[in-house]
């Protein structure tokens, strides 16, 4: 069974950067949509950054300027450029891809275990 799975988080000071990424653990035969969910203690859940098959990229005005998503589609890896942070950035940062498996007939919602993100001050 495919799944996401997510790396590259850690403990970062202010204003640096970290690089999670996210891949699907097999081969698919269709990947599309892919995005980022950062979920804070208490908070929901919310897209942050999301990218289609075709490239097209998408930002939460928080993170503008900031974050920079790009996914490698041979790899059916995305990753997420994390730069400047802020300790109001800390969060798990849930993967989401929309995904159509080899013998599947619908694409199909995947979610990445998380990765853990703490932005000291």
């Known amino acids: 069974q495919v799944q996401l799975v997510a790396s590259g988080g850690g403990l970062v000071q202010s204003r640096g950067p970290l690089r999670p990424l996210c891949a699907a653990s097999?081969?698919?035969?269709?990947?599309?949509?892919m995005g980022w969910y950062p979920q804070a203690p208490g908070k929901q859940r919310e897209l942050v950054s999301g990218?289609?098959?075709?490239?097209?990229?998408n930002y939460a005005d928080s993170v503008k300027v900031r974050f920079t998503i790009s996914r490698d589609n041979a790899k059916n890896t995305v990753y997420l450029q994390m730069n400047s942070l802020k300790p109001e950035d800390t969060a798990v940062y849930y993967c989401?891809?929309?995904?159509?498996?080899?013998?599947?007939?619908?694409?199909?919602?995947?979610w990445g275990q998380g990765t853990q993100v703490t932005v000291s001050s």
């Open positions: 989401h891809g929309r995904i159509l498996i080899y013998g599947g007939s619908r694409y199909d919602n995947y």
């Open positions: 990218t289609t098959s075709a490239g097209s990229m």
């Open positions: 097999l081969s698919t035969f269709s990947t599309g949509t």
